[in-house]
């Protein structure tokens, strides 16, 4: 990867169907996803989509799957797979892996293969969709191997479109989202790096003042047109957050061209764009060069 050549960094991007034609969600949630979020572009793109899609863009990009299969009981797609089809693409894809936490020493277990094995860099958590809460100790060892394999943690926080207005949400409960859940992760384990993602609505107060508070958190702006960022994430993305903001455009529910094009008309400050977009990435992934 050649990061003086790449225009961003975009840190949150779904991988959502695999080389076999399987899909990440089953059909009832796909569409109820793409309505909310009025995607009108391809909602199921694979690794090889993404590539293109970024490349054309001079952009590198995170990507990566949620592994809720327990929750589900729908069969997530393999990270193995898609950290392989990465390999292909190393100029713009940076591969994160996704474990079911519920599966407990398993999850532990295959997390290291991961990072050993397959070359991911980091972790994708979505609690409300894989149906845990963060905080729970019955998670800690999972933490502990990241912390000691030196590999981020990305958390969706705050609301989601998966399951939005199906009844009862479809099971899927939003207070495992809440980022005060990760608080205590964050305190518990302060070498392991935490990104929360999203403006994390209703808690977004909450997660700028963890992200303030603790060393190891930050914030990706992924997930919602920066046209409706709440006032007080613009401001600390601007000023005393600018070094731990992150560029995310939840691709493909949402695309980098619509989120750079609303960030474009946002009132930050010019010196904090280019940490946002690219250099607290490349720091937070340890890219160089
Ligand atoms: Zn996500």
Known sequence: MNLS??????????????????FSLDGELLDASAAYFR??????????????????????????????????????????????????????????????????????ARARRLVADHAVRGFKFHPSL???????PRHYPLYEALEELGVPALFHTGQTGIGAGLPGGRGIKLRYSDPMLIDDVAADFPGLTIILAHPSVPWQDEAISIATHKANVYI???GWSPK?????????????????????????????????????????????????????AARILGLTG
């Open 5 to 22: 050549e790449l225009t961003a960094i975009d840190f949150h991007v779904h991988v959502e169907q695999d080389a076999h034609g399987h």
């Open 39 to 108: 995607a009108d572009q391809n909602r199921t793109p694979t690794v090889e989509d993404i590539a293109g899609h970024y490349r054309e863009r001079k952009m590198a990009a995170v990507i990566f799957t949620v592994d809720a299969t327990t929750a589900l009981n729908h069969p997530a797609l393999s990270s193995e797979e898609i950290a392989e089809a990465a390999a292909a693409h190393p100029d713009v894809l940076i591969p994160f892996g996704s474990v079911d936490p519920r599966t407990g020493a398993e999850a532990v």
């Open 130 to 136: 894989q149906g845990f809460a963060p905080d729970d």
């Open 220 to 222: 990706d702006l992924s």
């Open 228 to 280: 409706y960022f709440p006032p007080q994430l613009v401001r600390a993305a601007s000023r005393q957050l600018r070094h731990k903001v992150l560029f995310g455009s939840d691709f493909p529910v949402i695309t980098p061209d619509r989120w750079l094009a609303d960030f474009a008309d946002l009132d930050v400050r010019p010196e904090a764009r280019p940490l946002i977009l690219k250099d607290n």
